[in-house]
């Protein structure tokens, strides 16, 4: 293996990664200064398969995004509507429950909830959503709310971050979704989402839901005005409150769709960059246990690639998204489970269905009925 890395000029870097010693900043930027790709891969390839086997997980889980009325308008997003305008919508506390009965009906052992900032709806209506979901599923796990809506839902309350976090717990919310953190830069989200929670407000929110026990994902929105330096520095406070908390679980890479955005005259990324993200991502945060591809943005043919480029999960069946859609996604907004198991065992990978905290799913049944899959 040594002879593969000494003709790179990275070798110093890999090799560290390899021999488990941590990377710093100026390792981040020369690899992505870098288009040794296969090299980064490999390595990142090996510390996947060390932190978690030959196994790559998906969930059978339903997204429900509740509203797209947002009193934000980040350039970056197509989905969000102000609320005068004829394409916004909320759903009815019905419209909402019936989703989560079809998913359960199909198998989800997880509904992933989010939406916009709504400037008028109350507290209530995120607790008695989550209550209600919850009485009617105890059994399946409620992953809602970015950190970004956690802080919004604590204003129209007028409670603290951690007095909002305790009561949506005691209603039933299992775990926060990764969303909202963008590029932590300063000036970049000052160009782009100057409305939004700072990226240290954002930490601070995930500190405060580590610290009561509610577990979450962390991902970064690449592709867009952020340069190689924003994107190691946002690692790198991933890293540093992973090393203080050890709540989270996984960590997404979302690769920007312009299309329908403020942002439109950017390109879509491109497979160099998207992989690029992916090993450096492995390389850089070594006390994260899982990468996610969330095959949605990423597309499924390069979802499958990243199997073995460091990305150990590929999300799930989803059933229907908005928020990538709107912005131009040309994915389906489903996958069937046979389908997600054929592309994992094409890449020569071992399918396991998980739940939201990584727990193995086991079904006697569908076990049987896809051993010919
Ligand atoms: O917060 C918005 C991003 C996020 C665009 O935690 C866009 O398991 C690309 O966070 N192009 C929502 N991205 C999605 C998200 C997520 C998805 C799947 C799994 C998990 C998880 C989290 O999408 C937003 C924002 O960062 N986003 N607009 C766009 N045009
Ligand atoms: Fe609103 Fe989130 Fe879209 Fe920003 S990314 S406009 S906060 S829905």
Redesign the pocket.
Same mark, same amino acid.
């Given at each position: 293996m040594e002879w593969l890395l000494k003709q790179s000029s990275l070798y110093d870097i890999l090799l560290k990664a390899e021999q488990q010693e941590r990377l710093g900043f100026e390792d981040g930027i020369k690899l992505f200064k870098s288009n040794d790709l296969l090299r980064i891969g490999f390595v990142a390839n090996n510390i996947r398969e060390r932190k978690n086997g030959n196994r790559a997980y998906y969930i059978i889980n339903r997204h429900i995004n509740y509203s797209n009325i947002c009193k934000n308008q @980040?350039k970056? @997003?197509?989905?969000s509507k102000k609320q005068e305008d004829p394409h916004g919508y909320t759903m009815s506390m019905k419209e909402i429950l019936d989703k989560a009965a079809f998913a359960s009906e199909e198998g989800a052992t997880e509904f !992933?909830i989010?939406g916009g900032l709504h400037p008028e709806l109350p507290f209530d209506f995120y607790v008695k959503m989550i209550s209600s979901i919850h009485e009617s599923h105890p059994d399946i796990h409620i992953?809602a709310f970015?950190a970004?809506e956690i802080e919004h839902l604590s204003q129209m309350a007028g409670i603290s971050v951690s007095e909002t976090l305790k009561i949506l717990k005691e209603a039933g919310l299992g775990s926060l =979704? &990764? &969303? &909202?953190?963008?590029v932590f830069s300063s000036s970049v989200r000052e160009k782009l989402c100057p409305e939004k929670l700072s990226g240290e407000g954002w930490l601070q929110v995930m500190r405060e839901a580590h610290n009561i026990g509610l577990r979450s994902?962390a991902?970064m $929105?690449y592709g867009h005005a952020e340069t190689p330096e924003d994107r190691v520095n946002h690692l790198i406070k991933l890293r540093e409150l992973q090393d203080e908390t050890g709540g989270f679980m996984?960590f %997404?890479p $979302?690769?920007? !769709? =312009?299309k329908n955005?403020e942002l439109s005259f950017y390109s879509s990324t491109t497979a160099m960059l998207d992989l690029k993200v992916i090993a450096i991502s492995r390389l850089m945060l070594d006390n994260f246990d899982h990468l996610?591809a969330?095959w %949605?943005?990423l597309g499924i043919k390069l979802s499958q690639i990243s199997l073995r480029f460091g990305v150990d999960d590929i999300?799930g069946t989803v059933q229907e998204e908005k928020?990538?859609h709107?912005?131009g996604a040309n994915t389906p907004e489903a996958l069937s489970v046979v389908e997600i198991i054929r592309l994992i065992r094409e890449a020569g990978r071992e399918p396991v269905e998980r739940d939201t905290l990584y727990n193995p799913v086991v079904r006697k049944q569908r076990d049987a009925v896809l051993q010919g899959v």
């Open positions: @980040c970056f @997003c197509a989905f !992933h989010v992953q970015t970004v =979704p &990764g &969303g &909202g953190a963008e994902n991902t $929105l996984s %997404i $979302l690769a920007f !769709h =312009p955005t996610k969330f %949605i943005m999300d928020i990538t709107a912005a």
